[in-house]
T-cell receptor
Framework: SQTIHQWPATLVQPVGSPLSLECTVE??????LYWYRQAAGRGLQLLFY??????ISSEVPQNLSASRPQDRQFILSSKKLLLSDSGFYLC?????????????FGNGTRLTVT | GQQVMQIPQYQHVQEGEDFTTYCNSS?????IQWYKQRPGGHPVFLIQ?????EVKKQKRLTFQFGEAKKNSSLHITATQTTDVGTYFC????????FGAGTTVTVRA
């Protein structure tokens, strides 16, 4: 069966510090991968998505970046965090075969920038 | 891209009562998915609707896709405390555009 791992679960970082969140998927090949951010009590904002290794599409211009160095690995990074980067970051995967697939989310990382 | 709008944003329900949350779009949707996010948790896929007028049921939850495929609804009967959470609709066009969600609280 397929599983998605996302870490760390919580993170407190000072303003201006770098960020690296990692997400890996097991049990499937060539998945579509996604990074979402959710502010407290708000909806889901799509940040990046990837349909293959090295292919990254950015939905919102910001100080964040994403990379997909391996088929089932998706990394979210920042060189310098802002206070506004605080939120709940969710990695997700979807079967890359078609749009009839559901999205499967990781447990998320709660980031607080102080 | 296409967007979906959800109403209401908040729903306070007496335990045992029914309620409905709606998802609307100004354009025709190819499909609509529904997710539930429990407090402190991550969204979990509930169901997908594809056909015009489609109705699907999961126990006390009834999902409907409008005839014109521009709206969808989720109706919950006999609300229980386990129904607490935020319900999202989403358009699956490879990018999963989510609505803002309906946050449900239940009064025992």
């Amino acid at each position: 069966s397929q599983t998605i791992h996302q870490w760390p679960a919580t993170l407190v970082q000072p303003v201006g510090s770098p960020l690296s969140l990692e997400c890996t998927v097991e049990g499937t090949s060539n998945p579509n991968l996604y990074w979402y951010r959710q502010a407290a009590g708000r909806g889901l904002q799509l940040l990046f998505y990837s349909v293959g290794i090295g292919q990254i599409s950015s939905e919102v211009p910001q100080n964040l970046s994403a990379s997909r160095p391996q088929d089932r690995q998706f990394i979210l990074s920042s060189k310098k965090l802002l206070l506004s980067d605080s939120g709940f970051y969710l990695c997700a995967w979807m079967n890359g075969a078609g749009i009839d697939s559901p999205l499967h989310f990781g447990n998320g990382t709660r980031l607080t920038v102080t | 891209g296409q967007q979906v709008m959800q109403i209401p944003q908040y729903q306070h329900v007496q335990e045992g009562e029914d309620f409905t949350t709606y998802c609307n779009s100004s354009t025709t949707l190819s499909n609509i998915q529904w997710y539930k996010q429990r407090p402190g948790g991550h969204p979990v896929f509930l169901i997908q609707l594809v056909k015009s007028g489609e109705v699907k049921k999961q126990k006390r939850l009834t999902f409907q896709f409008g005839e014109a495929k521009k709206n969808s609804s989720l109706h919950i009967t006999a609300t229980q405390t386990t129904d607490v959470g935020t319900y999202f609709c989403a358009l699956n066009d490879y990018k999963l555009s989510f609505g803002a969600g309906t946050t449900v609280t239940v009064r025992a």
